[in-house]
C-alpha cells in the first residue's frame, strides 16, 4: 500500500475547467490517465476468480430503484420499467460475462486524477479497489468526464470527442489479446450505469438529471 499525504498537481477534473486557455493538454492527460488505468488492470488478472455481470447489473437496479423512490423518477414508472428492461437485456448478452477478473480502482472519478509532473498521473483514493471487470472503471471515468465536460461549459458533442479519445487510449494500452470491441461494449453499460448514479445528485438540476437519465438511456438502447 502506498500513502501519500499530498500530490502537487491539477486533477483531471481541473484540467477540464481550464481546456480551452490549454488547448491538448486535456487529450494528453486522458491518454495518461488510460494508460495507467491499464496498466493497472493488465498487471492483475485474477484467472482464479470466475467472471460474473451480475454485481454490475445489481448495481445497475439499485441505482434505478433509488432514482424512482427518491430522484428524478420518482412520478416516472414507465421510464424507471424501461430502464429495468433494458438492464435485463443486457444481463442476457454473453459478453458481459466474457471477461478475466482484474484488480480495478472501483472509483476513477476526474478528482482521483492528478498529474504531478508532464508525462505523469496518479490515482487517488483506493479504498474501493476490488477484483471485477476492467470496463467498469473505464465506463465510470468516461461517464465522469462526459459530465465533468458539460458541466463546464461544453456540449454533449465536445464531450463525446473527449470520452472517445479516453476509450481509444485505454484499447490502444491494453494487450491485443484482449476483445477489444467486448471492452468498449461493457464499458458503454458501465458508463451508462455510472450516468444514472451521477443523476442521484440533489445539488443538480431537475433538468439536469433528467438529461442524464436521457443520455444512459439512449447508451443502454
Do not use: C
Amino acid at each position: 500500500a502506498l500513502f501519500l499525504e499530498y500530490v502537487e498537481g491539477l486533477t483531471l477534473e481541473d484540467i477540464i475547467a481550464v481546456r480551452r486557455s490549454q488547448p491538448g493538454l486535456l487529450m494528453e492527460r486522458l491518454a495518461l490517465a488510460a494508460r495507467l488505468l491499464a496498466k493497472l488492470h493488465t498487471g492483475a488478472t485474477r484467472s482464479d476468480r470466475e467472471p460474473s455481470f451480475e454485481p454490475g447489473a445489481a448495481y445497475a437496479r439499485k441505482v434505478i430503484d433509488n432514482l424512482a423512490r427518491h430522484g428524478v423518477l420518482q412520478d416516472e414508472p414507465l421510464v424507471r420499467d424501461a430502464l429495468y428492461d433494458l438492464v435485463d437485456r443486457w444481463a442476457n448478452r454473453p459478453e458481459m460475462a466474457a471477461f478475466a477478473p482484474v484488480l480495478i480502482h472501483g472509483d476513477p472519478t476526474t478528482t482521483n486524477f492528478v498529474f504531478p509532473d508532464p508525462g505523469k498521473a496518479v490515482a487517488l483514493d483506493w479504498e474501493r479497489l476490488k477484483i471485477a471487470d476492467p470496463a467498469a472503471d473505464l465506463g465510470r471515468l468516461m461517464a465522469e468526464v462526459s459530465h465533468s465536460v458539460v458541466r463546464h461549459g461544453g456540449n454533449a458533442e465536445e464531450a463525446e470527442a473527449f470520452v472517445q479519445h479516453l476509450s481509444q487510449s485505454y484499447a490502444l494500452s491494453v494487450p491485443r489479446s484482449w476483445d477489444r470491441d467486448a471492452i468498449g461494449q461493457r464499458a458503454r453499460f458501465y458508463r451508462a450505469s455510472s450516468t444514472l448514479r451521477i443523476a442521484r445528485n440533489g445539488w443538480l438540476s431537475r433538468l439536469e438529471r433528467t438529461a442524464l437519465v436521457a443520455q444512459a438511456m439512449a447508451l443502454l438502447v
